[in-house]
């Protein structure tokens, strides 16, 4: 029989103009003991009680079969470093949303085997704690929810060899395009430039007005010298090895609809050595240049956005706890440093004030 958790997830009705109901996910593992990290199957039924049809995200959540971070993973009180693919949602196309229709449910297995570093960490017995913070689409606008759920433990007797998502590559480069198409190449080299201004000008921002409302909005009180060193890594190029692809690499996440760039961090010791970005074809065929927010882009609608998120993770592993810029505000002060969309909007927010 399997061992199943449940957590009530409260909606706040007024917010998403539901009468009544909260949305429940069960938790669960085929076994609770297993030989190899390989036999790990975790599934998440997500369901919806309500009379109303509920839109999510779908990236970086239980709802998520690829291997992003559905989880969070700890060994005792030590965390299991994650080394899957962090996805930056095309967030114009309704493929990037699933929907939970009124009274109905979605199960989703999980096979973790290849997104988390088990070997540095040993056999032994693992906590799941399923990632939960849902965005919620409501006529148009976006609504978060930082959910807490119950986590699930599964005992690894043997089998914690590192496993990876895709085969490791021996020619990583820094962060220059890798691409055999002109128009293409010069698209990523235009958003690297644009993201490294944007990143650049946020630097000089912290050491001119460290104590800015917008700085406190998104960082709140966190050191300023440890989140202007994040952004001075990425404006002076310094993050290391990481590749810009402009085509997806044989058996990629960019046949997955609603993607429209994903990173793949390369582990080794527990540390992350170097990383690859993939530009799938909404980022050519979408999004716009920086100057278009001046006349109202959303900010995830421009290759610079888009790059800047993606250089965040690369450079210093930056999470996606939240998307978008209203639900980086809300975040709790722990979180705000490791989200990778409070960097994005910061840096956004403050260029456009400074130069539209």
Same mark, same amino acid.
């Given at each position: 029989?399997l061992?199943?958790y449940?957590v009530?997830?409260?909606?706040?009705v007024t917010?998403?103009?539901?009468?009544?109901?909260?949305?429940?996910v069960?938790l669960?593992?085929v076994s &609770?003991?297993?030989?190899s990290?390989?036999d790990?199957?975790l599934?998440?039924v997500?369901?919806?009680?309500?009379?109303?049809?509920i839109k999510?995200? %779908?990236?970086?959540?239980?709802?998520?079969e690829?291997?992003t971070?559905?989880f969070?993973?700890k060994?005792? /009180?030590? /965390?299991v470093?994650?080394?899957?693919?962090?996805?930056?949602p095309?967030i114009? $196309?309704?493929?990037a949303?699933?929907?939970? &229709?009124?009274?109905?449910?979605?199960?989703?297995?999980?096979t973790v085997?290849?997104s988390?570093?088990f070997?540095?960490?040993?056999?032994?017995?693992?906590?799941f704690?399923?990632?939960?913070?849902?965005?919620v689409?409501?006529?148009?606008?976006?609504?978060? =929810?930082?959910?807490d759920?119950a986590?699930?433990? !599964?005992?690894?007797?043997?089998?914690?060899? %590192?496993?990876?998502?895709f085969? $490791?590559s021996?020619?990583?480069?820094?962060? #220059?395009p890798?691409?055999?198409?002109a128009?293409?190449?010069?698209q990523?080299?235009?958003?690297?430039?644009?993201a490294?201004a944007v990143?650049?000008?946020?630097?000089?921002?912290?050491?001119?007005?460290?104590?800015s409302?917008?700085?406190?909005?998104?960082?709140?009180?966190?050191?300023?010298?440890?989140?202007?060193?994040?952004?001075?890594?990425i404006?002076g190029n310094?993050?290391?090895?990481?590749?810009?692809?402009c !085509?997806?690499?044989?058996g990629?996440?960019c046949? #997955?609809p609603?993607i429209?760039?994903?990173?793949?961090?390369?582990?080794s010791?527990?540390?992350?050595?170097?990383?690859?970005?993939?530009?799938?074809n909404?980022f050519?065929?979408s999004?716009r240049?920086?100057?278009?927010?001046c006349s109202g882009?959303? =900010? &995830?609608?421009t290759r610079?956005n888009v790059?800047l998120?993606?250089?965040t993770?690369?450079d210093f592993?930056?999470?996606d706890? !939240?998307?978008?810029c &209203?639900g980086?505000?809300?975040?709790?002060?722990?979180?705000?440093?490791?989200?990778?969309?409070?960097?994005?909007?910061?840096a956004m927010?403050?260029w456009?004030?400074?130069?539209?």
């Amino acid at each position: 029989m399997l061992s199943r958790y449940t957590v009530l997830l409260s909606f706040a009705v007024t917010a998403l103009a539901l009468s009544s109901g909260d949305l429940t996910v069960k938790l669960s593992a085929v076994s &609770p003991t297993v030989a190899s990290i390989d036999d790990i199957i975790l599934t998440a039924v997500v369901s919806n009680p309500t009379s109303k049809d509920i839109k999510f995200v %779908k990236f970086n959540t239980v709802l998520d079969e690829l291997p992003t971070k559905s989880f969070k993973v700890k060994k005792g /009180d030590a /965390d299991v470093l994650f080394s899957g693919v962090d996805v930056v949602p095309a967030i114009t $196309e309704d493929s990037a949303f699933v929907t939970i &229709p009124a009274g109905g449910s979605i199960a989703v297995n999980h096979t973790v085997s290849a997104s988390y570093d088990f070997e540095s960490a040993g056999a032994g017995t693992f906590t799941f704690d399923a990632i939960t913070n849902l965005r919620v689409s409501e006529g148009g606008k976006m609504t978060h =929810f930082a959910l807490d759920a119950a986590s699930v433990d !599964v005992e690894v007797t043997a089998d914690v060899a %590192k496993r990876t998502v895709f085969p $490791e590559s021996a020619n990583l480069r820094a962060s #220059n395009p890798v691409c055999n198409d002109a128009g293409r190449r010069n698209q990523l080299a235009a958003a690297l430039d644009e993201a490294r201004a944007v990143a650049g000008g946020a630097a000089h921002n912290i050491r001119a007005d460290p104590n800015s409302a917008n700085f406190r909005t998104y960082f709140n009180n966190h050191n300023r010298n440890d989140i202007w060193y994040n952004f001075d890594r990425i404006a002076g190029n310094y993050g290391g090895n990481r590749g810009l692809h402009c !085509v997806d690499r044989a058996g990629g996440l960019c046949s #997955n609809p609603g993607i429209a760039a994903y990173v793949w961090l390369v582990t080794s010791g527990g540390n992350i050595i170097s990383s690859e970005s993939y530009f799938c074809n909404w980022f050519f065929t979408s999004t716009r240049d920086l100057r278009s927010t001046c006349s109202g882009v959303n =900010f &995830p609608s421009t290759r610079a956005n888009v790059m800047l998120h993606e250089l965040t993770h690369g450079d210093f592993a930056s999470g996606d706890i !939240v998307y978008d810029c &209203p639900g980086s505000r809300a975040l709790g002060d722990a979180d705000k440093k490791k989200n990778a969309d409070n960097y994005t909007c910061f840096a956004m927010h403050n260029w456009k004030q400074y130069n539209c």
